[in-house]
């Protein structure tokens, strides 16, 4: 079974920054997407962006995050720079397939990381 | 940015019952709604795609419904292990956006 292995919890100050990594296979890697999506406490789910060769960011975090990929270790890094207490959550990864389907084709979250709990404290 | 509106936003049931939530968008999808199932301390799992396309391995009690910008889940004859929080997502465009998610609770 499919799995994505995410790095550790972190607690960070305001105004530094996090990397978060997430390892994935060799097929995973070459074929599919990562995005991420975040969860603060006791809230939804607020997709981040993603990448696959490039990358393509939310509005909301344009300037703020970079979504890299090490093709030499199949893992991907989502980093998030000027953090606030505000970007407390936990931050998935996850492997974006596009589904056949016979009404149509579409992208889904198929299989997610385990999740990085990042808090942000002074 | 496509909005996702659920409801409702928790709903009590019990083991046996069959329960709907639905979710609509600002603007027409299509048919690209996805579903997910979250259970406290986990990841979401993937339920539902392309608004009726069951997931391997979710039980056939699992169905979707919908085109344009309403939806539905369906869920029949409820077990315990069904008793978490679902997420509407649309992937008809970027940015994703989700539905703000239904607690079902006991």
């Known amino acids: 079974q499919e799995q994505l292995v995410q790095s550790g919890a972190e607690v960070k100050k305001p105004g530094s920054s996090v990397k978060v990594s997430c390892k994935t296979s060799r097929d995973t890697f070459s074929n599919y997407a990562i995005n991420w999506v975040r969860q603060a406490p006791g809230q939804g789910l607020e997709w981040m962006g993603g990448v696959f060769g490039t990358a393509n960011y939310a509005q909301k975090f344009q300037g703020r995050v970079t979504m890299t990929a090490d093709e030499s270790t199949t893992t991907v890094y989502m980093e998030l720079s000027s953090l606030t207490s505000e970007d407390t959550a936990v931050y998935y990864c996850?492997?974006?397939?596009?589904?056949?389907?016979?009404?149509?084709?579409?992208?889904?979250?198929?299989?997610w990381g385990q999740g990085t709990m990042v808090t942000v404290t002074s | 940015d496509i909005q996702m509106t659920q409801s409702p936003s928790s709903l009590s049931a019990s083991v046996g019952d069959s329960v709907t939530i639905t979710c609509r968008a600002s603007q027409p999808i299509r048919n690209y709604v996805n579903w997910y199932q979250q259970k406290p301390g986990e990841a979401p799992k993937l339920v539902i795609f392309?608004?009726?396309s069951l997931q391997n391995g979710v039980p056939s009690r699992f169905s979707g419904s919908g085109s344009g910008m309403d939806f539905t889940l369906t869920i029949r004859r409820l077990q315990p292990e069904d008793f978490a929080t679902y997420y509407c997502q649309q992937s008809d465009s970027t940015p994703y956006t989700f539905g703000q998610g239904t607690k079902l609770e006991i």
């Open positions: 392309v608004a009726s």
């Open positions: 996850a492997k974006v397939v596009t589904a056949m389907t016979p009404k149509g084709a579409g992208d889904v979250f198929d299989t």
